[in-house]
Structures are given as structure tokens and as C-alpha cells.
């Protein structure tokens, strides 16, 4: 049985400006949130996404993502045009929340690596001519990284939707640091699709959540898959910058 699941990828951009450094954090976080939705059965899932421009409806990027086994989550993006232009792999097999993963962005030959050990060892490129940054972390039941946070969604979905906060430590790759964020059920955007289940993602930091917009992410109350994301993104275009985007999420059995 195949199904089709559309899911985003934020990646942090590396912006010259202060300003610009603070939206990365929520490029970042952006990420973990919108990969998997997966049952026990998730391997057997194919999936398909398409990022617009919020204002003009273009296309900017289409993910296609593949489980070819139990605990391994495979994505592919691609141009407009249909060229790949960047990989990503994680494996979940020694944690649901925290998974190890391999990204490659072609746009801008950025690299990252995230790797369990009896910690979890980072490294990152921003570019193909930058130096490779390295850092490493304890695992604690906060730490979530990267897709990893749409499994924290689903383990925790009865307080979530019960309008019970919740706080993470998001690993930030192009930081190479953790920043807290909370997570928290709202009443849904007019944009977003109705009869969902819809939630707030923002820094718990009161500085940077004026700086920063919030994400916003609407659920199938009974599937609990993502059906939307509306916010900014996690793929850089050709300039290095990271943009808004307002992807759909759909399932084809």
C-alpha cells in the first residue's frame, strides 16, 4: 500500500544581519517539525510535497519521501524544473525524538551530520568553501532533532491537544546549540484547512519571538497528519536565502 504525505524541511539560513541570524533559529526548528507522522507500518509509505510562495502560489520546491525500512526516512527535493538538488536521511532506530541524520544541499554545498555515539555528535558546513563546525550534546527526553519533533507531536498529542504547552530543546545545526521553543494548540488560521487540529510553534525567549513569526501547523484530528504549514522554510534558494513558505499536505492510499 503506498501513501502520498507532503512534509517540510527547515533548514537554519545564514544571514549576515542580527536580524536575519534570529530568524534562523525558527528555520531551523521549522525542520523537525513537519517529516514524519508515522505509524509502526510507516515503511510502507511513499510521499510527495510541494512548497508555494505564500503570496504568488509558485512552486518553489517539491520533497518526495521514501521509508524503505522501519526506523529509515529518506528525502529527496527538487526544483521546480525537477533537478534534485538536495538528500536527506535519518534513521530512528536508537531514538524517536532525537534521530541521526545526513543532509546535502547542492544550492549551497551545505552539510549536516548528526550522529548517536553515547552523545550525539554534530557536524555542519554552511557552504562548500566554509570550514566544518563541530559540537556534541548530552540526550535528555527534551532533546528533539529534526523530524524528530513530529514524533514528540504524536507521543504527546492527547496534552497538546488538550492545550497542555509544551517545551522542547531544538538542536540547531548551523549554531551548533539547542534553543527552547513551545508548542501550543490555537484556534486555526482562516487559511488553514478547516475541521484540523492547528498549533503555535515559537521561541519561548520573549526577545526572539518578537523578532521571529510563528509557525503555524494544522493536523487531521483523526489521522493526525500534518495537513499545512504555513511559515519559513528550510531549503535556501541559490542565494542563500531561506524563504516563507505555505505547503500542503496530502495523502494518497
Known amino acids: 500500500m503506498k501513501r502520498t504525505l507532503f512534509l517540510f524541511w527547515a533548514l537554519l539560513p545564514h544571514s549576515r544581519n542580527s536580524v536575519m541570524s534570529d530568524r534562523a533559529v525558527i528555520v531551523i526548528f521549522a525542520s523537525l517539525i513537519v517529516m514524519s507522522f508515522l505509524s509502526n507500518r510507516a515503511f510502507a509509505l511513499e510521499a510527495e510535497g510541494r512548497a508555494l510562495d505564500p503570496k504568488t502560489k509558485v512552486l518553489l520546491y517539491t520533497e518526495r519521501h521514501f521509508f524503505p525500512a522501519p526506523q529509515v526516512h529518506e528525502v529527496r527535493y527538487f526544483e521546480a524544473d525537477g533537478r534534485l538538488f538536495a538528500t536527506k536521511k535519518l534513521d ?5 525524538n532525537a534521530p541521526s541524520f545526513e543532509q546535502l544541499n547542492e544550492r549551497q554545498g551545505e552539510v ?18 566554509a570550514a566544518t563546525k563541530s559540537a556534541t550534546f548530552n540526550v535528555s527526553n527534551k532533546l528533539v532533532i529534526d523530524a524528530g519533533f513530529d514524533r514528540y507531536v504524536r507521543e504527546h498529542w492527547s496534552e497538546l491537544v488538550n492545550r497542555k504547552t509544551h517545551s522542547v530543546d531544538y538542536l540547531v545545526p548551523s549554531r551548533q546549540t539547542t534553543v527552547e521553543f513551545k508548542i501550543k494548540r490555537r484556534t486555526c488560521l482562516d487559511e488553514q484547512i478547516s475541521e484540523s487540529v492547528c498549533f503555535e510553534v515559537k521561541p519561548s525567549a520573549w526577545w526572539l519571538s518578537l523578532l521571529i513569526n510563528p509557525l503555524y501547523l494544522a493536523y487531521d484530528e483523526t489521522t493526525k497528519r500534518l495537513v499545512r504549514f504555513i511559515g519559513r522554510g528550510n531549503i535556501a534558494d541559490k542565494n542563500g536565502k531561506y524563504q516563507t513558505v ?3 499536505y496530502q495523502y494518497i492510499e
Open 92 to 96: 530512528y532506530a536508537q531514538s524517536s
Open 112 to 129: 549536516i551530520s548528526v550522529k548517536h555515539t553515547d552523545k550525539i555528535e554534530l557536524q555542519y558546513r554552511a557552504s562548500s568553501d
Open 246 to 248: 505555505d505547503i500542503y
